[in-house]
């Protein structure tokens, strides 16, 4: 069974920084494709970045030159450097594994930017 489980979460003043873990357990992870998604209150779910099996990595315009997305496969990990932190990044955070037709999601990391 596949289980992904986000750590890394919590408050930050705006400008900071955080890096948020996702740790992948029961598949090949080396073979996903690995990505990060935020909802924020009464918005839909959004795509944050994605990064490929091969490494290949993809951005929304509007956290493009402040985060940053990255894998371990000998971890099982997935990673999201997130600097200059503003209060619109302000959301529940989560990791999404895909592989053809199997999409797996982890439960989530609340990440709050406020001064």
């Known amino acids: 069974q596949v289980q992904l489980v986000e750590s890394g979460g919590g408050l930050v003043q705006p400008g900071g920084s955080l890096r948020l873990s996702c740790a992948a357990s029961?598949?090949?992870?080396?073979?996903?494709?690995m990505g990060w998604y935020r909802q924020a209150p009464g918005k839909q779910r959004e795509l944050v970045a994605t990064i490929t099996a091969g490494g290949s990595t993809n951005y929304d315009d509007s956290v493009k030159g402040r985060f940053t997305i990255s894998r371990d496969n000998a971890k099982n990990t997935v990673y999201l450097q997130m600097n200059s932190l503003k209060p619109e990044d302000t959301a529940v955070y989560y990791c999404?594994?895909?592989?053809?037709?199997?999409?797996?999601w982890g439960q989530g990391t609340q990440v709050t930017v406020s001064s």
């Open positions: 029961g598949a090949t992870f080396r073979l996903y494709v």
């Open positions: 999404k594994i895909t592989r053809a037709i199997y999409v797996y």
